[in-house]
Structure formats: C-alpha cells, structure tokens
Nanobody, 128 residues
Framework: VQLQASGGGLVQAGGSLRLSCTAS????????MGWFRQAPGKEREFVAA????????YYAASVKDRFTISRDNAKNTVYLQMNSLKPEDTAVYYC??????????????????????WGQGTQVTVSS
C-alpha cells in the first residue's frame, strides 16, 4: 500500500488543522492505521492510532483531548483532527499502516516497529 499525507501547514497556537492520509489499493479496511510525528532533533513519536474498523482509537497523553483520529474506509483515508495546537506540536507528521490478517481481532498499534508502510510526511508548524 502507498500512503499520501496532506493537510499540514503553518498555524497559530490555539488553532486547528486536519491532516489526511490517503491509501492506494482496495483493501484499506484491512489495515490498522497510525499517526506519528518527528520534531527536529528528536526521535519519532507516536501520536494516535485507529483499528481497521475505526471502532478503537488510542492517543498519546500529550495529544489526548485535543486530537481526534478517524477513518473513512470508503475513501481509503485516515484523518487527524488537531485542535488547540501548541508550539510543541510542531513536527513532521507521518501516517503509517499495518495490514491485519483476516480473522485477527480489531486492534490498534502504537509502536513504530508495528507498522510496515509509511507516508512521506507533512509539516505542521505552530507559531506562538
């Protein structure tokens, strides 16, 4: 699967952005999805994850109650709605996908090593 992330940009603190990640192929609903970010000089960190059905979500503590992950399997797209943005949210945001074999239970994944497919990243800059 190929992933294309978009929606990044420059926003003032307190503002909002919505990131999108569109996947190629016809089996998007068999993939658990995640968002990660990497700030300059820092390691890539987990942001949010969603199960293949969309029924289960999980967030990093730093973004919980501000960010919302969702997906539209009919559009092969996962979203990250980011509200109340802070300067420390500035980073390149990456979407990632993990294929789940048929019969496996619906679940999320928050470790980068669990994901095989990665998008190219989209820059989010939050000014103070």
């Amino acid at each position: 699967v190929q992933l294309q992330a978009s929606g990044g940009g420059l926003v003032q603190a307190g503002g909002s952005l919505r990131l999108s990640c569109t996947a190629s192929g016809h089996t998007f609903s068999s993939y658990a999805m995640g968002w990660f970010r990497q700030a300059p000089g820092k390691e890539r960190e987990f942001v949010a994850a969603i199960s293949r059905s969309g029924g289960i979500t999980y967030y990093a503590a730093s973004v919980k109650d501000r960010f919302t992950i969702s997906r539209d399997n009919a559009k092969n797209t996962v979203y990250l709605q980011m509200n109340s943005l802070k300067p420390e949210d500035t980073a390149v945001y990456y979407c990632a996908a993990r294929q789940i074999p048929g019969g496996y239970r619906d679940n999320y994944y928050y470790s980068s090593i669990d994901y095989r497919y990665w998008g190219q990243g989209t820059q989010v800059t939050v000014s103070s």
